[in-house]
């Protein structure tokens, strides 16, 4: 039995890992559980699995589920940053889900493998803003991190029996998002509703625009850098609409692994739980025969500036990739509140990172203090435009 603790347990991930567990009650025990704002759902989790612990945004939250929980349920309930510390820390814990959306992921991730947990990693902010001092964190205190990205577990699924030393590249696939054959001019007038309609992912509003502008991809090839240690010219990416292929990795000898399957989370999740098992999933079987076609095309940096602009500040390092994620979520928030325009997202970005002067990350303090710092510059480029 392992026990796992999810931090975001009502978003995406979250509610695909609750599957997973639901599916193998005898495998899995959940023990703890974090989310925003979303009570009702979380109270649903509560009644189910009884967890030891929850944690929710704010202390309001925390009295109201209080009320509503069945008399005979013991869950401790906490709140705000210290309460998603404690459920990232519990001594039940074997493994932590690392499913919160964005930056706010970084420290109880940070805070979990201080104490020694494996992370079941979902939170890519994590990996790009402070990927050298996670990955070797982790290795000093002898722990897995185990990626859920359906781009980053089939790169790990395809070096699996193979020696690291003969690999030559990776390639991270994109499924381009729903604007892959928009012109530009055509991209000037994307709405918020058009942006969220991804063609293969149910995904949180945060990544599924992520997806649209490429900048989901470019925060991927940061990631992967970090994960599996490698250097820049090792990763390619390409556009692949039907998301069949998730990713594959070349060697020496010109060999390509590839890893196929469905599009849908339940497949990472349950082997980054279950590694190195491939456990037995509801999911339909891949019909090749059905789907007949699978296309390829190189990403097009003029229509999708976020894509480079994630290039260049790994090639900056140090605080720059903190600084583009830091822009790239306030401005990916102005535009779903319809503040500023579908193009004017990487123009942000642009300008936040072109005023920012890279430091050397060596403390987590250094991250945030940069994260902090992009989201101000980013608010006050936003204002300009007004």
């Given at each position: 039995?392992?026990?796992?603790?999810?931090?975001?347990?009502?978003?995406?991930?979250?509610?695909?890992?609750?599957?997973?567990?639901?599916?193998?009650?005898?495998?899995?025990?959940?023990?703890?559980?974090?989310?925003?704002?979303?009570?009702?759902?979380?109270?649903?989790?509560?009644?189910?699995?009884?967890?030891?612990?929850?944690?929710?945004?704010?202390?309001?939250?925390?009295?109201?589920?209080?009320?509503?929980?069945?008399?005979?349920?013991?869950?401790e309930i906490?709140?705000?940053?210290?309460?998603?510390?404690?459920?990232?820390?519990?001594?039940?814990?074997?493994?932590?889900?690392?499913?919160?959306?964005?930056?706010a992921?970084?420290?109880?991730?940070?805070?979990?493998?201080?104490?020694?947990?494996?992370?079941?990693?979902?939170?890519?902010?994590?990996?790009?803003?402070?990927?050298a001092?996670?990955?070797?964190?982790?290795?000093?205190?002898?722990?897995?991190?185990?990626?859920?990205d359906?781009?980053?577990?089939?790169?790990?699924?395809?070096?699996?029996?193979?020696?690291?030393?003969?690999?030559?590249?990776?390639?991270?696939?994109?499924?381009?998002?729903?604007f892959?054959?928009?012109t530009?001019?055509?991209?000037?007038?994307i709405t918020?509703?058009?942006?969220?309609?991804?063609?293969?992912?149910?995904m949180?509003?945060?990544?599924?625009?992520?997806?649209?502008?490429?900048?989901n991809?470019?925060?991927?090839?940061?990631?992967?850098k970090?994960?599996?240690?490698?250097?820049?010219?090792?990763?390619?990416?390409?556009?692949?609409?039907?998301?069949?292929?998730?990713?594959?990795?070349?060697y020496?000898?010109?060999?390509?692994?590839?890893?196929?399957?469905?599009?849908?989370?339940?497949?990472?999740?349950s082997?980054?739980l279950?590694?190195?098992e491939?456990?037995?999933?509801?999911?339909?079987?891949?019909r090749?025969?059905?789907?007949?076609s699978?296309?390829?095309?190189?990403?097009?940096p003029?229509?999708?500036?976020?894509l480079?602009?994630?290039?260049?500040?790994?090639?900056?390092?140090?605080?720059?990739?903190?600084?583009?994620?830091?822009?790239?979520?306030?401005?990916?928030?102005?535009?779903?509140?319809?503040?500023?325009?579908?193009?004017?997202?990487?123009?942000?970005?642009?300008?936040?990172m072109?005023?920012?002067?890279?430091?050397?990350?060596?403390?987590?303090?250094?991250?945030?203090?940069?994260?902090?710092?992009?989201?101000?510059?980013?608010?006050?480029?936003?204002?300009?435009?007004?």
């Amino acid at each position: 039995m392992k026990n796992i603790s999810i931090l975001g347990s009502t978003g995406s991930i979250g509610t695909s890992t609750i599957k997973v567990v639901r599916s193998n009650p005898d495998r899995y025990r959940i023990v703890g559980l974090s989310a925003g704002n979303n009570i009702d759902l979380i109270g649903q989790q509560i009644e189910e699995f009884r967890p030891v612990a929850i944690s929710v945004s704010q202390e309001a939250q925390a009295q109201v589920l209080k009320s509503r929980l069945s008399h005979d349920i013991k869950t401790e309930i906490y709140w705000g940053k210290d309460g998603y510390k404690k459920i990232a820390v519990m001594d039940e814990a074997d493994i932590v889900v690392s499913a919160i959306s964005g930056a706010a992921g970084l420290v109880p991730t940070y805070e979990a493998i201080l104490k020694k947990k494996d992370i079941a990693l979902a939170n890519k902010e994590t990996m790009v803003m402070a990927g050298a001092i996670i990955m070797a964190l982790a290795e000093d205190k002898g722990i897995s991190i185990l990626p859920v990205d359906s781009e980053h577990s089939a790169v790990f699924q395809c070096m699996q029996g193979h020696n690291r030393a003969d690999l030559r590249r990776i390639i991270l696939t994109a499924s381009g998002g729903p604007f892959r054959d928009f012109t530009l001019s055509q991209l000037e007038n994307i709405t918020p509703a058009m942006a969220l309609k991804h063609p293969n992912w149910e995904m949180g509003k945060k990544i599924t625009i992520d997806s649209a502008t490429l900048m989901n991809k470019g925060l991927e090839i940061i990631e992967a850098k970090w994960l599996f240690n490698l250097d820049l010219d090792q990763i390619d990416v390409l556009v692949h609409p039907e998301s069949i292929i998730h990713s594959m990795v070349e060697y020496n000898d010109g060999s390509v692994i590839a890893q196929m399957g469905v599009p849908d989370m339940i497949t990472p999740i349950s082997y980054a739980l279950s590694y190195p098992e491939h456990l037995k999933t509801d999911l339909p079987g891949l019909r090749l025969e059905a789907i007949k076609s699978l296309h390829f095309y190189e990403t097009d940096p003029v229509k999708f500036r976020c894509l480079r602009l994630a290039v260049d500040a790994l090639k900056e390092g140090g605080s720059m990739p903190a600084v583009l994620n830091g822009a790239n979520e306030i401005a990916v928030a102005s535009f779903l509140n319809e503040e500023i325009s579908f193009l004017q997202i990487p123009e942000i970005i642009e300008r936040t990172m072109s005023a920012h002067r890279p430091l050397a990350i060596d403390s987590i303090e250094t991250v945030i203090e940069a994260d902090s710092w992009a989201r101000t510059k980013a608010l006050n480029e936003i204002m300009k435009l007004e």
